[in-house]
């Protein structure tokens, strides 16, 4: 494939690290002033500090709704929301702005504009398939507006994108508008988030529409596909039947166990359903307030959940701790609280830190520092 074949990088100029200068040093607090105390979450081992600096991004540039966060072998950490500028922004470990990715799809990988990109921004997954690591996009279905006679063009997104971690296109299956060596169609209605296993075979759930979930090769040869909504008569809940989803938004390959096992976030049903590698159901983790997705380290799964809180699981499936209070938040303190308003993503990086993205207008892109305190 053509070296040049990017999703959206752009690389950041001298002028814009200026500005994102200047604006550091106008909200410096003055001379004498007393710090803030920090703020933190969570108690004991499970503790974290909010390290309000980190995320901030230079004049101009602004987040979106809070869509993934991932880091990369060396903990730089990458960003998606569904904003144009920036549709990706990459920072270090520490919190420099390494670059931000807008448009540059052109006809390359469908036309997008920054614009589309950001409408069909959804989930981002890093995976390490032997020396290399990848980034793969999961895009929601956007409307793609009307033609010159007023007639509906055909709809974006609907497709996930594998890249490089400079967001060259690799691969790209679902919505595409004809098939090659880099490029296959498959009937998603509006796919939500991917996981990849230790062999290379992929999962995608379409969490926003069919409610199935679909296992391929490492080579995209479609396997098996299962799921699909209950009847509208069948319990809810903890309690809906097993294999049938309502908003399966996320899926990981846990580790944790003597074998690993899939983990699919069933939001509306407030549950975790947890199938084989080959996805024959095997239990449910039930008490979720709308789980989004997940993340493992060091032992344990981390899963943000939209109603305010991010759980971490042992490996047993035991909740150890839950950050933030699960509560509805009052309007007007959206903007100001420590604790979460709605999680949609989130990673750790090899430190343990934890960095949060919410499905908010205005992402509330942070990092918390991992600072345990003694029992």
Known sequence: MNSSNYLFPRRLTRRDFLKASSAA???APLAGAQPAAPQRIGS?????TLDEAWGKLP???????????VVDARDNVYVTSRSASPCVAVFSREGKLLETWSKDFGDKIGGYSADQVSSTAHCLYWSKEGKDEFLYFTENVASGG??????????????VCKTDLKGRVLYTIGNVAKESGTS?????????????????DIYVVDGYGSQRV???DKN??????????ADKDAPKGANAPHGTFSTCHGIWVSTLGTEPEIFIADRANGRIEIFSMDLVYRRTIPDFKAPCCFYQHAGHIYVPELGARVSILDATGKIVARLGDGAAVPKEQKDKRV?????????VDSKGDLYVVEWVPQGRVRKFRHTPQAA
Not at 146 to 159: C, H, I, S, T
Not at 339 to 346: M, Q, T
């Open 44 to 48: 004991g081992k499970w503790t974290y």
């Open 184 to 200: 296959q169609k498959f009937d998603w209605t509006n796919p939500t988030d991917v996981a990849v296993a230790a062999n290379g």
């Open 25 to 27: 040093l106008a909200v």
């Open 59 to 69: 004049a101009g540039m602004k987040y979106g709704l809070g869509c993934g966060v």
């Open 339 to 347: 604790e979460f308003i709605a999680p949609h993503a989130l990673t």
């Open 214 to 216: 679909s296992r391929f």
């Open 146 to 159: 009307k033609d010159a006679d007023g007639k509906d063009k055909p709809a974006l997104g609907k497709r």
């Open 220 to 229: 995209w040869k479609h396997l098996k596909t299962i799921g699909g909504r």
